[in-house]
């Protein structure tokens, strides 16, 4: 139910994609080009719903650009035949990518999310790479963030044929965003708890896909961005538990599931090494093996303590807090990505798009 409305929002919110309005424009002046990459589809070729699916696509990652007529990656998506997929994702974003004269984003989500970091090491490596100062990547909800993790890289796993690796650094900014109990992005690192398990199964539904498009990166809490090298990590705090989510749908009064949500709430965090006492060295999964080690520093808990004084680190425990300087050019970019789109809203509204 809660997905269906999810698609229903962005068919509506799609409208006003074609709204004129503005964009972000770069300091030498030339408006920046978003190239969008979507994830995995089922049965693409015979799948009679596909092209409601792929009308929404141009709202991937709406918060990250402001280019009204954003291009879409058209490649097989196929989650079956993962490595094929990637490569005919990747040849075809570095076509995108190269026929544009100007600053360009690239922006993938799930599988997407995959492609684009491929082809960021493509593109670095190539005869004549983009300038790094007109290329961007950003990475939204990336598997290889997740649940990847779980093994070794070169782990292959026929089902999907798919062999594992990691997010690897590029000479391009990349923004890698993470929504807290995206099943695919943000599973538990403790698996056996079967709690944190079903909670990141449900998160598939209610983090991951249509809803992570819409994250906004003035959500995450400064202590929850995190620079390693080029890497911006955006670590995005998720208001409910996926797993209450369709008592709420369903229409149990919220005071109760919020009561719900407060009891289970410990024991799904539990499965997660970030949210650790300092000195625990329970045992989780990570490349392969049960491992123990110290606990990651932790993410302060804003629903529960507003006044937190320590600043902690998120997700990817082993980054830098991010430099005054680039939060500065990070909030000068959303101050205008945010005048971009509010000047695409009021059109919107002018012409009778809600």
Do not use: C
């Not at 990747?90 to 995959?114: C, F, L, N």
């Not at 190539?126 to 598997?143: G, M, Y």
């Not at 909030?331 to 009021?346: F, I, Y």
Request: no cysteine; proline share 9%; aromatic share 8%.
């Amino acid at each position: 139910m809660a997905v269906s409305r999810t698609w229903l929002v962005a068919l509506v919110a799609m409208a006003s994609v074609f709204v004129s309005g503005s964009t972000v424009v770069s300091p030498a002046g030339a408006a920046e080009r978003a190239v969008l990459i979507p994830g995995a589809t089922v049965f693409k070729r015979i799948n009679p719903i596909y092209p409601i699916i792929a009308a929404t696509y141009p709202y991937i990652g709406i918060d990250f650009h402001a280019d009204d007529h954003p291009q879409v990656v058209d490649y097989s998506q196929d989650a079956l035949a993962s490595d094929r997929a990637l490569r005919d994702g990747v040849a075809k974003a570095d076509i995108a990518v190269r026929d544009v004269d100007g600053p360009v984003v690239v922006i993938g989500e799930s599988m997407g999310s995959m492609v684009a970091s491929r082809l960021a090491a493509q593109l670095a490596a190539s005869s004549e790479p983009p300038a790094q100062n007109e290329l961007r990547f950003v990475l939204i909800a990336s598997p290889e963030e997740g649940v990847a993790q779980y093994f070794k890289v070169g782990t292959f796993i026929p089902i999907l044929n798919y062999r594992v690796r990691r997010v690897a650094q590029s000479p391009y900014p990349t923004a890698v965003v993470i929504g807290e109990y995206d099943g695919w992005a943000d599973p538990p690192d403790r698996p056996w708890n079967l709690v944190a398990l079903a909670n990141a199964l449900f998160g598939v539904l209610y983090v991951h896909g249509p809803p992570s498009w819409f994250i906004d990166p003035a959500d995450a809490p400064a202590e929850n961005i995190t620079v390693n090298g080029n890497v911006t990590t955006y670590f995005v705090p998720t208001e409910h538990l996926p797993l209450t989510r369709p008592l709420r749908d369903i229409g149990v009064p919220a005071p109760v599931v919020d009561l719900a949500d407060r009891f289970l709430r410990p024991v799904v965090d539990a499965g997660y090494r970030r949210h650790d006492e300092p000195g625990d060295t329970r045992p989780y999964l990570a490349d392969g093996e049960i491992q123990r080690g110290a606990a990651l520093p932790q993410i302060p808990d804003r629903r529960r303590r507003e006044d937190a004084d320590t600043e902690r680190r998120p997700h990817l425990g082993r980054q830098e807090p991010l430099a005054d300087g680039r939060r500065a050019e990070m909030r000068q970019r959303r101050a205008s990505e945010s005048t971009a789109r509010e000047t695409r809203r009021q059109s919107a509204e002018r012409a009778g798009v809600s």
